[in-house]
């Protein structure tokens, strides 16, 4: 059974940057499709960026594009979450999830494992 773990989160300023980790604990899952999702309160759980392919394919929210950016460290069993420019509206739970199906959709039905979830609060 594939474990995911996420790490990373925090609190930072309007225009900062953090990185999240979620480590996984099957290297089979590099060539699975993998995502980043957030959930704020009181909103839905929303896609942020997928990544399949072993990293080959990436795909954003269009509220994320040209400040966040989804890659995998094969021989980390890790993928990552670099996000800057951090808004409020960014401010959330994110959480790491990964699913065996092609091509990497973007619902929460397309995922089948998931991380505990790591909070990220961004200060205006």
């Known amino acids: 059974q594939v474990e995911l773990a996420e790490s990373g989160g925090g609190s930072v300023q309007s225009g900062g940057s953090l990185r999240l980790s979620c480590q996984f604990t099957?290297?089979?899952?590099?060539?699975?499709?993998m995502g980043w999702f957030r959930e704020a309160p009181g909103k839905r759980r929303e896609v942020v960026a997928t990544?399949?392919?072993?990293?080959?394919?990436?795909d954003y929210a269009d509220s994320v594009k040209g400040r966040f950016t989804i890659s995998l460290i094969k021989a980390n069993n890790t993928l990552y979450l670099e996000m800057s420019s951090l808004k409020p509206e960014d401010a959330a739970t994110y959480y790491c999830?990964?699913?065996?199906?092609?091509?990497?959709?973007?619902?929460?039905?397309?995922?089948?494992?998931w991380g505990q979830g790591t909070q990220v609060t961004v200060s205006s």
């Open positions: 999830a990964a699913g065996p199906d092609w091509p990497c959709g973007l619902s929460m039905g397309d995922y089948d494992t």
């Open positions: 099957s290297h089979s899952v590099t060539t699975w499709c």
């Open positions: 990544l399949g392919g072993g990293g080959g394919y990436t």
